[in-house]
T-cell receptor, first 114, second 114 residues
Framework: DSGVTQTPKHLITATGQRVTLRCSPR?????VYWYQQSLDQGLQFLIQ???????AKGNILERFSAQQFPDLHSELNLSSLELGDSALYFC?????????????FGAGSRLTVL | GEDVEQSLFLSVREGDSSVINCTYT??????LYWYKQEPGAGLQLLTY?????DMKQDQRLTVLLNKKDKHLSLRIADTQTGDSAIYFC??????????????FGSGTRLLVRP
């Protein structure tokens, strides 16, 4: 157990739907990162939050949004889902926003869009 | 620009050494990492190296960094079947807005044959 908790582990939904993925960071970590892992795109950085504020943005689609709450858990919202959004979504956390930036990853949420 | 490249596949015999290679393009990278992903699991940090170092050794793992050629390698001595996994190289790059992003390579699938 890495200390980073992601729910749900698996999710199957239909095109056009909206889902929310949840992440609880490791105790003491202030930064949360979201990554998308698909077969054809590899591991893509989506977005980073630090202590409730957005710190860095990667290849996140406009249909996707995220936030980090005061208790430091984070949610990734995916809307108007398309088949190509099927992927493994990882959350990671770290103590700081920069520097050595050692990330601890959760086990991932596998999203299947039918 | 940010780009991290790795070969996709490596097969070695149990007991041999494995060498996984990675090239990156961003010369301002500060830290470089090796992560391991076992089937159905998240990414686990193996080791990292600061950009002003040439080598780092940690038990069976040796990381070599050639900053001039922007080349990073991970050597696993006495490779075991439990080392079979996907290995990701990653770099931290500072962005224009002073944030830091962790950019991953596509991963190298290591298969250890008995």
């Amino acid at each position: 157990d890495s200390g980073v908790t992601q729910t749900p582990k698996h999710l199957i939904t239909a095109t056009g739907q909206r889902v929310t993925l949840r992440c609880s960071p490791r105790s003491g970590d202030l930064s949360v990162y979201w990554y998308q892992q698909s077969l054809d795109q590899g591991l893509q950085f989506l977005i980073q939050y630090y202590n409730g504020e957005e710190r860095a943005k990667g290849n996140i689609l406009e249909r996707f949004s995220a936030q980090q709450f005061p208790d430091l858990h984070s949610e990734l919202n995916l809307s108007s889902l398309e088949l190509g959004d099927s992927a493994l979504y990882f959350c990671a956390s770290s103590e700081a926003a920069r520097g050595a930036n050692v990330l601890t990853f959760g086990a991932g949420s596998r999203l299947t869009v039918l | 620009g940010e780009d991290v490249e790795q070969s996709l596949f490596l097969s070695v015999r149990e007991g041999d050494s494995s060498v996984i290679n990675c090239t990156y393009t961003d010369s301002s990278s500060t830290y470089l990492y090796w992560y391991k992903q076992e089937p159905g699991a998240g990414l686990q940090l193996l080791t990292y190296i600061f950009s002003n170092m040439d080598m780092k050794q940690d038990q069976r793992l040796t990381v070599l960094l050639n900053k001039k050629d922007k080349h990073l390698s991970l050597r696993i001595a006495d490779t075991q079947t439990g080392d079979s996994a996907i290995y990701f190289c990653a770099e931290v790059t500072p962005s224009m807005d002073s944030s830091y992003k962790l950019i991953f390579g596509s991963g190298t699938r290591l298969l250890v044959r008995p």
